[in-house]
């Protein structure tokens, strides 16, 4: 089990993501036109990853996350021809420099951390590249405490709402696309500048949803080791259940509270800690 995880600066990785690159991600390469999708894992990352995708009408590339791999990562990521979309669940301070010194556009989707702590501990359990957990009360507790990999789910949040007022960063929420996915889609086309049609936006809408994509990835011919989460090469581990609010079908009535009271601690002064946590 040890061989699976390995920590850089204090961060659990898994052993995909080589100290070598790790230690090499200042000399990444940004393009200007380059858009990052940031999220802790288990935030929604290939919902907006397919989104995204479907937005342009011009050729543009999905990467593997910039921490995936090793040193050959920097010359893969470079002789890439087309418009860069690249994912990572690196925290801002580790994402490598030229990424802000060139203001690429980054789009930070985060969710109510109780349901992608519940997402988290089934990814954990079905996932041949993470450690095992025991039981969900074994794996809440290794949360809260942020020893599990990217960290803290806490830390990496409040890293990103640091930048919350860049212009070059749009912040969005896993609840407010289940709420209305059409609205979202709309504020991410204008963020990107892309200019779309109200049909095209229901289109991709429909073809975003979760039974689509779920259905797409069974397919034979669509490309299992083609992933957005740095953690796993199984497309079919990421579409489980895709709703609001499953950790109510997870939590004790006391880790709850042992939850609400890391999280008020912790999120004293954030100013997005409500909308992570409202009740639909
Ligand atoms: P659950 O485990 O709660 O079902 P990530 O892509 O960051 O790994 O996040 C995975 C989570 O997003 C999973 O949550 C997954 O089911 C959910 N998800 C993936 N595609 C989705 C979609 N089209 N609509 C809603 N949720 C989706």
Known sequence: EAELIHKFKGISFTTRSSPELLNSLDAFDAREDDVLLVSYPKSGTHWLAGVITKLYNTPVT??????????????ELNQLSSKRIIPTHLDYNMLPQHFKNKKC?????????????????????????????????AFLDLFLEGDVVCGSWFDHFLSWEE????????FLFYEDMKKNLPKIVKEISIFLGISISDEDIQDICKKSSFSEMKKDTEKENSDPSHTVCALTSNRKL?????????????????????????????????KMAKHLTYEF
């Open 238 to 270: 990421i579409f489980r259940k895709g709703t609001v609010g499953d950790w109510k079908n997870h939590f004790t009535p006391k880790q709850n509270l042992q939850f609400d009271e890391v999280f008020s601690e912790k999120m004293k002064l954030s």
């Open 62 to 75: 999905l990467t593997t996350p910039i921490e995936l791999g090793d040193m050959s990562k920097l010359e």
């Open 163 to 170: 930048h919350k007022n860049d212009k070059n960063i749009l």
């Open 105 to 137: 556009k980054m789009i930070y989707i985060s969710r109510n951390p109780k349901d992608t702590a519940v997402s988290m501990y089934h990814y954990y359990r079905e996932n041949p590249n993470l450690p095992t957990v025991d039981t969900w009360t």
